[in-house]
């Protein structure tokens, strides 16, 4: 039997308040759980872990940060 999918809004799961640059560089949630972000347009650029969260990722869920700079997730219906 297949695993129940999650369903609901996106849920804000640890208040960060991180000040964001969105035209220099990419943000996202690393699989250890990690914010971390890289240069945009920049080939082959690092990423550079700027808050270790200590949250373990759950299936089914996507993780990303808010306009409010906040760890947020939602159910991931991307994947069927």
Do not use: H, Q
């Not at 999650?6 to 943000?27: N, T, V």
């Not at 890289?38 to 969260?53: C, H, N, P, S």
Request: one cysteine or more; glycine letters at 10%; a positive charge.
């Amino acid at each position: 039997m297949a695993a129940k999918k999650p369903k609901g809004p996106p849920e804000k799961i640890l208040d960060c308040g991180l000040d964001k640059d969105d035209e220099a560089f990419l943000y996202f949630v690393d699989k250890r759980g990690n914010v971390t972000r890289m240069a945009r347009g920049v080939a082959k650029a690092r990423t550079e872990v700027i808050l270790v969260t200590g949250i373990k990722r759950e299936r089914g869920y996507m993780y990303y940060l808010d306009d409010d700079g906040d760890l947020v997730r939602e159910p991931d219906t991307s994947r069927g």
